[in-house]
């Protein structure tokens, strides 16, 4: 397996890896180059990004099902940060990729992240062609945490970065039992399904 991270907020991180979040949505960066953004890996080491406006763009409200109830969003102890190393705790598999042309269809999707609406509204709109790319994602606890130097080439405004290998043996541990899972799966399944009758319909 090619060890590859997928840089995303350290908070959205967090929430993918309690359970809290099981969609992973984004519109991609400068570096993304011509063709934008694409899920063109298909397992990925969830690679964390930190700065402090990051919890003002969540919403505070847990979800059910959630493998860590007792606390909201906005309680996800934040790393003070280490500049000169990353921390992987987190791993995932893409199973569902779809692209969303609709703001009704992206609004739709909010039970299964933790983004204030207005942040996907942002993401969404943002560059000339609206929309966004949405993926579902199965994601493991990565046993020990991973932890290795930091480099520049891990910077700058792109989604995917090479690693280096594992120095020792990591285990992957399920966030969610195969029930909840499966029930998150059906239920963006249906959000997908309603929202493109919808629109043949319209």
Not at 106 to 130: G, N
Request: net charge positive; with cysteine.
């Amino acid at each position: 397996m090619e060890s590859v991270g997928f840089k995303e907020w350290g908070i959205v991180c967090e929430a993918l890896g309690r359970g809290r979040q099981s969609i992973i949505l984004r519109k991609g960066g400068i570096a993304e180059g011509r063709g934008g953004f694409s899920f063109r890996q298909h397992e990925f080491f969830l690679f964390p990004t930190f700065f402090h406006e990051q919890p003002a763009k969540v919403r505070a409200a847990g979800r059910r099902g959630s493998t860590d109830s007792s606390r909201c969003e906005t309680d996800i102890e934040f790393p003070a940060g280490s500049h000169d190393k990353i921390d992987i705790g987190f791993f995932a598999k893409l199973e569902l990729v779809k692209t969303i042309t609709s703001r009704e269809t992206a609004q739709a999707l909010e039970p299964l992240h933790i983004l204030k609406r207005e942040v996907v509204r942002e993401r969404f709109e943002y560059d000339k062609v609206s929309g966004l790319k949405v993926g579902f994602v199965r994601v493991f606890r990565v046993v020990p945490p991973w932890t290795f130097p930091n480099q520049k080439s891990y910077g700058g405004c792109r989604s995917w970065v090479k690693l280096p290998e594992p120095a020792g043996e990591l285990r992957f541990e399920l966030v969610l039992d195969n029930a909840e899972h499966a029930r998150r799966r059906n239920e963006f399944n249906e959000i997908i399904q309603r929202a493109e009758a919808f629109a043949a319909c319209g």
